[in-house]
């Protein structure tokens, strides 16, 4: 196209508010699975009724993990057929939004060590 339209006021607002077109559509599909099935089991937005503590759903984060990691793709738990992988990333969006609701118990363990300075200097020894 040799000839490109004018820029419409739109475009030049929405190129500066996030967005959401580099998330491939199929995560968003698989991870509205799991949340289907989570709200089927505990009520649908549950986390919003009270606080959640991190500590639980970093826990089934790598729970899942371990079981995609060791091969296995679909959760035996979902009643849907649920990826073990979208249940990372259901888990992930629960945490974010009791964050952004600041009903997220932050029961993490207090420490001294900063996990992106230990990578990068533990990364540098390997080279």
Request: no cysteine.
């Amino acid at each position: 196209m040799t000839d490109a339209p004018p820029e419409n006021p739109k475009d030049l607002v929405g190129r500066l508010k996030p967005g959401i077109r580099s998330i491939p559509p199929i995560a968003i599909l698989e991870e509205g699975i799991v949340m289907q099935d989570g709200a089927d089991k505990y009520g649908p937005f549950n986390w919003q009724d009270a606080p959640i503590r991190a500590s639980i759903f970093y826990d089934a984060m790598f729970r899942h993990m371990v079981q995609w990691y060791t091969g296995e793709n679909v959760d035996p738990e979902s009643k849907a057929g649920g990826l073990h992988l979208a249940a990372i990333r259901a888990s992930a969006g629960i945490l974010i939004d009791a964050h952004a609701k600041g009903t997220l118990i932050d029961d993490r363990p207090k420490t001294t060590s900063n996990a992106s300075e230990a990578i990068a200097r533990l990364t540098a020894k390997r080279n």
